[in-house]
């Protein structure tokens, strides 16, 4: 068991949230500072773990590096960073930090020196370079980009002088502000014997330092297990809720759920994958929805199904955002204050509930009535079981339980005590979880 696994997660995207300029323009402003002013937020939300898009020093958007061992300047200093880890530990807030090493940006440090000294420079092989060609930008030399965006060049991950210089700096990050894991950047992309020396290499080091990945499709196995990752991001899922509460198709997230985490031979038994109803890459929840009613059944969802639940900012009172003309900063907007709603209410008593039972983070999977627009599913765990239910519709429906005769429940939203006889009626747009005597 991991840590993580029953871990409520918060992401920053901090140049966004803190209102730094898009182009990195030198000059040195503790933005990263207001991180702290948060904290009761992030705990009243029982948030215990920040995941941090990147921070250190790039071009523009922090996921083409300039240097892996200096925080952005756009955002602070390394000291102003380490206080502000300091100061979250303090609080019983973890650190995962995102690991961007499948490429870096044109102004790292050994892509200049190539730029500089071409067949010369000692950093050449450090890179997928062709001296035989010519770039996109006429730097007379061809190279390797990631996905077709020559602004990040693509590391060479088979080298051991990359290797080493790579886990030099996850080592000095753990050191220097004492971080507890990291999300590795399309690790999809990534060669498979870089992260199983890198999980060696933070094993050796901290037993309990959390890795995990980045990855849209195929089976995650491939990345996550015993040699490699922890953890990665469950977009099958991600997908299911948004697209079943707009198709009013609720069989679409049973099927995933049920073949990732149900009873009979799931492919996913054992594992913790992060939930997620939105991030910095795709289009905000609350602009996804056809009807924003059904909003807190998909966060409901989030925080009940199988997973390690994660917000990213500003989701929980649902702010909207759309990634549209190839940008996404509508998906990162600097926010000034916390604010909180009837949803973000909701999202601190599911995370409170999280933590609480042991079958919402350790149990199985199993739908006990499924139609189009409701679904009523179990986890169960070492004996406790927890009902979900979930009804889409504008209408109310009345469940049927077959055989279930007169048994006592819990609501653990309420706290109210129930009979649940062979039938229940569902309100519209509702969302109850009980617990089972």
Same mark, same amino acid.
């Given at each position: 068991?991991?840590? /993580?696994?029953?871990?409520?997660?918060? *992401?920053?995207?901090?140049?966004?949230?803190?209102?730094?300029? =898009? $182009? @990195?323009d030198g000059v040195l402003t503790p933005r990263i500072r207001k991180v702290t002013e948060w904290i009761p937020h992030l705990k009243r939300l029982h948030v215990d773990a920040v995941y941090f898009s990147p921070v250190f020093e790039s071009d523009r958007h922090g996921y083409d590096t300039r240097d892996y061992r200096k925080i952005d300047c756009r955002l602070g200093s390394n000291a102003d960073f380490s206080e502000v880890c300091k100061i979250l530990k303090e609080n019983g807030i973890r650190i995962v930090l995102d690991g961007v090493f499948n490429h870096v940006g044109r102004g790292f440090f050994?892509? *200049? %020196?190539?730029?500089? =000294?071409?067949?010369?420079?000692? #950093?050449? %092989?450090?890179?997928?370079?062709?001296?035989d060609g010519n770039s996109c #930008?006429?730097?007379?030399?061809?190279?390797?980009?990631?996905?077709?965006?020559?602004?990040?060049?693509? &590391? @060479?991950? %088979?080298?051991?002088?990359?290797?080493?210089?790579?886990? /030099?700096?996850?080592?000095?990050?753990?050191e220097e502000f004492q971080i507890d894991g990291l999300r590795l950047d399309v690790a999809y992309c990534l @060669?498979?014997?870089?992260?199983r020396e890198l999980r060696h290499f933070c094993d050796s080091i901290k037993p309990d330092f959390l890795l995990l990945g980045e990855i849209l499709f195929g089976d995650y196995k491939r990345i996550v297990n015993d040699a490699m990752l922890h953890s990665c991001t469950n977009y099958e899922c991600y997908k299911g809720l948004y697209s079943s509460f707009n198709d009013l198709n609720l069989f679409e997230i049973n099927y995933a759920l049920n073949r990732q985490f149900g009873k009979d031979n799931p492919i996913y038994r054992g594992l913790h994958l992060l939930s997620f109803a939105e991030n910095h890459d795709v289009t905000r929840v609350a602009s996804i929805l056809k009807d924003k009613r059904h909003l807190p059944l998909l966060y409901a969802m989030v925080f009940t199904m199988p997973g390690i639940p994660c917000i990213y900012y500003g989701g929980e009172w649902g702010i909207s955002g759309v990634k549209e003309n190839g940008s996404d900063d509508a998906l990162r907007p600097a926010l000034s204050e916390p604010e909180w709603n009837e949803l973000t209410d &909701?999202?601190?008593?599911?995370?409170?509930?999280? =933590?609480e039972h042991k079958a919402l983070v350790y149990g199985d999977y199993k739908s006990v009535v499924l139609t189009n627009r409701q679904l009523i599913f179990q986890r169960e765990y070492e004996g406790e079981k927890i009902w979900v239910s979930v009804n889409a519709d504008e209408q109310a429906y009345q469940a049927q339980f077959h055989g279930m005769g007169n048994c006592e429940v819990t609501?653990?939203?309420?706290? $109210? =005590?129930?009979?649940?006889?062979?039938s229940f009626t569902l309100p519209p747009f509702s969302f109850f979880m009980w617990k089972l005597a």
């Open positions: 068991m991991m840590w /993580s696994d029953s871990s409520i997660f918060y *992401q920053f995207y901090p140049l966004g949230f803190c209102g730094a300029p =898009k $182009e @990195n050994a892509f *200049q %020196d190539v730029l500089a =000294k071409r067949w010369d420079s000692e #950093y050449k %092989d450090w890179f997928y370079i062709h001296f #930008y006429n730097d007379g030399f061809s190279y390797e980009g990631w996905e077709g965006h020559f602004e990040l060049v693509k &590391l @060479n991950l %088979d080298n051991p002088k990359v290797k080493e210089y790579l886990f /030099s700096c996850v080592k000095a990050w753990m @060669n498979e014997n870089f992260m &909701l999202i601190s008593s599911l995370a409170k509930l999280h =933590k609501d653990l939203l309420s706290g $109210e =005590k129930l009979f649940l006889n062979d």
